[in-house]
């Protein structure tokens, strides 16, 4: 499968899971990978340069009609949501927050999910909350692939357990095999 | 849900420009198609047909259409470090420093997040009566919303916490009132604003203005229109006039960012280049 993107939604308890994926990853990585992760609305500067330290790919925080490129990360801004745009653009937005959200997995993974279709491969991480689940039910009635942490490995459950209710996803792995199936990429 | 197909969106689109003279083919897919369906839950509105159907028939419903389409300002006092920065840094000496009256121009305001942030800030300052404020809407039931001052809980206790971090020399409570459901901001900081309602070109926007607070309003567009919008804002303002766009929106792509010098761009601060 031709893939277009990766996109990557956490919260509690995804931060080590995301560094590890990011610096697991080869610096030809062929694609773009988009990440949102809830964080501290008011604190805008530090998460960005926490996540490149060990990153083997660019970490960036994308401006608004920003551009999508392979062997990138774009970590959702604090505050904004982020969606993606059928011309392979982020569009931000400060619409309300969804399930208390902004950035809203849900809406970064509908409106990946809507750009990208068949061609999108939609990860969800430990977290607190359901935000994701029913992103990537979209990610999977689109027809893209679908991965959930397993939930027996993840710091706080309710993001994976949510997730594997609402849709029969295509994996449930472990760190470890994720990365391994990025890397196959 | 009824979620929108591009057939639909260009139907609305085409119904809007044919009826109204509103085109809103540049604005931004996403949010948009967003926006229309969730205009469409909120209203019971069965699909799309439905909606083009009401549109057409009901001008009441189309000022409300244009309401919905404008995304409110999220809180008030969002991003603290900019408001700290209009106090300490900026604005007390550009408004003794102004000859007339400081004009600042707020387009596009739909809750007035920004406008009762500002006008809290002017009080504070003591400067109030140093400026006039023209704050426009596209639709009159923002106009409305503004002057009700009625705002969510929920917005109120984020601006709270917004509030303190901006450290301002009141206490926030003593800026709205409470009943069980809503807060209610105290509209008596805002009775000297004047309001017009305005077209979503902006071409009908104000003169000689020294500065515009225009956050998180180009996010809803295309580049092509981005630009378009620029260069109003841009003949507004008078030479050295300031202009502040939201934290994450950059116009460094664009063309018109050569008529620009940027003053902030942590804060989004943008002056208009003297003798153009």
């Known amino acids: ?185 | 849900m009824t979620e929108l197909g591009i057939v639909d969106i260009r139907e609305i689109y085409k119904t809007v420009k044919e009826i109204y003279n509103y085109d809103f083919s540049q604005y931004a897919m996403t949010s948009f198609k967003q926006r229309l369906e969730r205009l469409i839950i909120k209203n019971n509105i069965s699909n799309a047909e439905n909606l083009v159907n009401k549109l057409k028939n009901n001008p009441e419903f189309f000022d409300l259409f244009l309401y919905e389409i404008s995304v409110p300002s999220t809180e008030m006092f969002r991003d603290p470090s900019l408001w700290r920065w209009l106090r300490e840094e900026y604005l007390p000496d550009a408004i003794d420093k102004s000859i007339s009256k400081y004009k600042i121009f707020l387009p596009n305001c739909v809750s007035g997040g920004e406008l009762y942030s500002l006008t809290i800030l002017l009080k504070e300052l003591e400067l109030s009566d140093n400026v006039n404020i023209l704050a426009t809407t596209v639709s009159n039931k923002s106009i409305e919303y503004i002057k009700e001052g009625r705002y969510d809980l929920k917005k109120i206790e984020v601006s709270s916490e917004n509030y303190k971090r901006f450290q301002g020399n009141s206490d926030f409570t003593d800026y709205y009132t409470l009943d069980r459901y809503y807060a209610f901001r105290d509209t008596g900081i805002i009775k000297d604003v004047e309001f017009k309602k305005q077209n979503i070109n902006f071409d009908d926007s104000p003169q000689n203005v020294k500065l515009i607070l225009f956050r998180n309003n180009l996010i809803y567009f295309n580049p092509s229109l981005q630009e378009k919008i620029l260069q109003h804002m841009y003949n507004c303002l008078s030479a050295g006039g300031y202009l502040i766009l939201g934290i994450r929106e950059r116009i460094r792509n664009l063309n018109i960012i050569k008529d620009f010098e940027i003053i902030n761009e942590a804060e989004g601060v943008y002056k208009k280049r003297i003798g153009q």
Not at chain 1, 29 to 40: E, T
């Open chain 1, 1 to 185: 499968m031709d893939y277009k993107a990766v996109i990557i939604g956490g919260s509690a308890g995804s931060f080590q899971v995301v560094t590890r994926i990011l610096n697991s990853m080869p610096k030809n990585f062929p694609i773009p990978v988009l990440l949102c992760l809830h964080r501290l609305k008011h604190v805008r500067s530090g998460f960005v340069e926490a996540l490149s330290l060990k990153s083997s790919i660019p970490v960036e925080e994308p401006y608004d009609k920003d551009q999508l490129k392979p062997s990138h990360a774009y970590l959702a801004p604090a505050n904004y949501h982020m969606y993606i745009e059928l011309a392979n653009r982020i569009a931000l937005s400060t619409e309300d927050p969804v399930n208390h959200s902004r950035p809203s997995i849900d809406l970064s993974f509908i409106t990946a999910a809507n750009a990208y279709r068949q061609k999108l491969i939609g990860i969800i991480l430990s977290g607190a909350n359901k935000d994701g689940a029913y992103g990537l039910k979209k990610v999977h009635d689109n027809g893209g692939t679908t991965i959930v942490q397993d939930p027996n490995e993840c710091e706080v459950r309710t993001m994976t357990q949510s997730a594997l209710q609402l849709t029969k996803v295509d994996h449930v792995y472990s760190t470890d095999q994720i990365i391994k199936y990025l890397l196959k990429l």
